[in-house]
T-cell receptor
Framework: LAKTTQPISMDSYEGQEVNITCSHN???????ITWYQQFPSQGPRFIIQ???TKVTNEVASLFIPADRKSSTLSLPRVSLSDTAVYYC????????????FGSGTQLTVLP | GAGVSQTPSNKVTEKGKYVELRCDPI?????LYWYRQSLGQGPEFLIY????????DSGLPNDRFFAVRPEGSVSTLKIQRTERGDSAVYLC?????????????????FGEGSRLTVL
């Protein structure tokens, strides 16, 4: 399984764009990159998934360079309610362990 | 219900006791997962069901842990002879497809978890 590395914590202010970068140097050809968000006392919630280049949905954008060894989750104009832990995961086909969570990035949005 | 439901939300027990945690997945979801989350850590995989069968139980820490899903819907995680180290939040997740489909969508739907405290 590809190992991921992401910052332990980040602070931001309301209204700013936040970019969280995840490194996954040994990602395999068939692997996908997925991000989850987790609020206190709740289960993780799927945000976005991508394979290459850029993916955008109503919540976030995911940027993946050509070598796919890293990815960046971009949250536009964050609000206080975006304070949460964000997990970067590598999806490998054929194994339920493909959802292997690291420790995530604690994002704190300040007023 | 609309989402994954887990009961109880909180369980306090004494060391050595037996505990059952229940998960009601989203209706129609064939895949069901159990995870365990300790404070400050990400969720840790325990077991995966496809239908009624445990397709992958390699994450169960030892033989005190067991899970069933007899009718392919509700699942129960059973912990025998609980230890203080078992204290954690136990998360259940479901998906409309099994792991073979997860290569192109990594979306699992998680419940709010059952917080287990072993005194």
């Amino acid at each position: 399984l590809a190992k991921t590395t992401q910052p332990i914590s980040m602070d931001s202010y309301e209204g700013q764009e936040v970019n969280i970068t995840c490194s996954h140097n040994n990602i395999a050809t068939n692997d996908y990159i997925t991000w989850y968000q987790q609020f206190p006392s709740q289960g993780p919630r799927f945000i976005i998934q991508g394979y290459k280049t850029k993916v955008t949905n109503e919540v976030a954008s995911l940027f993946i360079p050509a070598d796919r060894k890293s990815s960046t989750l971009s949250l536009p104009r964050v609000s206080l309610s975006d304070t949460a832990v964000y997990y970067c995961l590598i999806i490998s086909s054929g194994s339920a362990r493909q959802l292997t969570f690291g420790s995530g990035t604690q994002l704190t949005v300040l007023p | 219900g609309a989402g994954v439901s887990q009961t109880p939300s909180n369980k306090v027990t004494e060391k050595g006791k037996y505990v059952e945690l229940r998960c009601d997945p989203i209706s129609g979801h064939t895949a069901l997962y159990w995870y365990r989350q300790s404070l400050g850590q990400g969720p840790e995989f325990l077991i995966y069901f496809q239908g009624t069968g445990a397709a992958d139980d390699s994450g169960l820490p030892n033989d005190r842990f067991f899970a069933v899903r007899p009718e392919g819907s509700v699942s129960t995680l059973k912990i025998q002879r609980t230890e203080r180290g078992d204290s954690a939040v136990y998360l259940c997740a479901s998906s409309p497809r099994g792991r073979e489909g997860l290569s192109n969508t990594g979306e699992l739907f998680f419940g709010e978890g059952s917080r287990l405290t072993v005194l």
